[in-house]
């Protein structure tokens, strides 16, 4: 016995049905998109292409030394420039996204989203830096030669290796009481001290969180910040210190390194000198876009690839952090 046809009410498909009027679903052509793509370090550091894999080259350690001699009986003692040889293992960052045909071209025949599929496409572009300029900072690895993960060694983690590395160069830790602005000074002015080096740190980078107390504290002693253009449309204050103004960056990126109990939170900031800091990329510093043949299902298949890794250049001497328990 054939079965009977069973016919749908489709009427719920509009908003509305009434005399003279059926409201369906329209929709504004703009899709609200207030997604963060990238991150400001990324932006500021260096880019220059690798030498090869792993990349290489030779850092200056001290210059040949020299002595007083009695000027009627000259001495001299034979010394030479000490250097050494560096390295930094290329990483490599990807993502894919695939087309399916019969709602590409549903999406065509409709004409509102016109600008969707090179909009996804750009977007997951986007992924990949966005996961570039996070890793900066927070990538695992934690050698630059052997690669213990698939991760970037992060700057973060090559700043307390070189300061850990070093009595020359340590990290300060500010009492929960004490002066966040101190200790920046005290930071610069230590660096500054230095007779082996001769650096010049250009920017203090923290999670926003820091910056905000900061804020509390200059407000509170009625202190006034200079301001500094850091990207182009992006002011920030900048405190002055025995090397000149420092900018103090916020970068999301830069997590608050968790509650330490009874409320409390670690906050770590980091002062660079962004020109001993490079990205060593291959072929392009921009990801790349590949597309792939069709699948068997017909869908279009896009890849992007990205190869390098950050160094930073003179982690024992040319950098260093702060923290504080608040």
Not at 105 to 121: M, R, S, W
Not at 124 to 153: A, E, F, P, R, S
Not at 164 to 184: F, K, R
Not at 236 to 256: E, H, K
Request: net charge negative; proline share 5%; glycine share 8%.
């Amino acid at each position: 016995m054939k079965g009977f046809a069973v016919f749908k009410d489709l009427s719920a498909a509009a908003d509305y049905l009434g005399p003279g009027a059926i409201e369906i679903n329209r929709y504004q052509t703009e899709i609200l998109d207030m997604v963060r793509r990238r991150f400001p370090f990324g932006q500021r550091i260096n880019q220059t292409p690798a030498t090869g894999q792993p990349s290489r080259y030779f850092e200056q350690i001290a210059i040949a030394t020299a002595g007083f001699s009695d000027p009627r009986s000259l001495t001299t003692t034979a010394s030479q420039p000490t250097r050494q040889e560096r390295v930094v293992s290329l990483k490599a960052l990807t993502a894919q996204i695939n087309y399916g045909l019969f709602d590409v071209e549903v999406n065509q025949q409709q004409g509102q989203f016109a600008y969707l599929e090179a909009k996804d496409l750009t977007d997951t572009v986007d992924g990949v830096l966005k996961l570039h300029d996070q890793n900066l900072w927070n990538g695992n690895d934690t050698d630059l030669l052997v690669q213990t993960t698939i991760q970037y060694y992060g700057c973060s983690g090559q700043i307390f290796a070189g300061a850990s590395a070093t009595s020359g160069n340590v990290g300060l830790v500010v009492p929960s009481s004490g002066s966040l602005v101190d200790g920046v000074k005290q930071q610069i002015a230590s660096m500054a001290s230095r007779q082996d080096y001769e650096v010049h740190p250009s920017a203090l980078y923290t999670n926003p969180a820091l910056l905000n107390l900061f804020d509390k504290e200059a407000k509170s002693f009625q202190l006034f910040y200079n301001e500094i253009e850091v990207t182009p449309g992006v002011i920030v204050s900048a405190i002055p210190t025995q090397m000149g103004l420092l900018p103090l960056i916020g970068d999301p990126s830069i997590t608050t390194f968790g509650n330490q109990g009874g409320g409390t939170t670690l906050y770590t900031a980091f002062i660079v000198s962004e020109d001993l800091i490079e990205y060593h990329y291959l072929t392009d510093p921009l990801p790349r876009v590949f597309q792939l043949g069709l699948l068997g299902s017909l869908a279009a298949q896009y890849v992007i690839v990205k190869f390098g890794a950050p160094v930073v250049k003179g982690a024992v001497y040319g950098h260093t952090w702060i923290s504080t328990t608040r």
